[in-house]
């Protein structure tokens, strides 16, 4: 599992969808520069990509081999430029249900330019949200 440094960013999508079909070793650690190389992001990313992209539903891993899910197979042949609303609702839709970390991450970075201090006290801790914390 990826360290979640990284939000996804939507060329991954794209270029999963675009590429997995015959590169199906993509997400593997011994194809790690492939996966670089074909991804064009670092090696934290690449797995990253993959965290985020399972957490979407797009693809799944069988034996050693990744294969794009029903959802990244409907997507690749019908919107496979990720540019209709409905596919971001349904990628939305399986990231809010997915027991996956990677949903957490997004909210807590959408919330975190907010969070000021956290505090414990005791066997409680506090979390103080400022707003404009960023201005403080």
């Keep these: 599992m990826a360290k979640f440094e990284f939000g996804f960013e939507e060329a991954w999508f794209r270029l999963i969808i675009k590429k997995l079909p015959d590169h199906r070793d993509l997400f593997l650690p011994r194809a790690v520069e492939k996966a ?15 965290t985020w992209a399972e957490a979407a539903g797009i693809i799944c891993k069988r034996k050693n081999e990744f294969y794009l899910t029903p959802l990244g197979k409907i997507i690749a042949r019908h919107d496979p430029g990720l540019e209709e609303d409905g ?50």
Excluded: T
């Design 36 to 50: 670089q190389a074909i991804l064009r992001v670092g090696k934290l990313k690449v797995g990253a990509a993959r």
């Design 87 to 136: 596919v971001w609702w349904a990628i939305h839709y399986n990231l809010a249900r997915s027991p996956s970390s990677a949903w957490f991450y997004c909210k807590f970075k959408l919330i975190s330019e907010k969070i000021q201090i956290f505090q414990k006290k005791g066997r409680h801790l506090f979390l103080y949200v400022v707003p404009n914390a960023k201005s403080l």
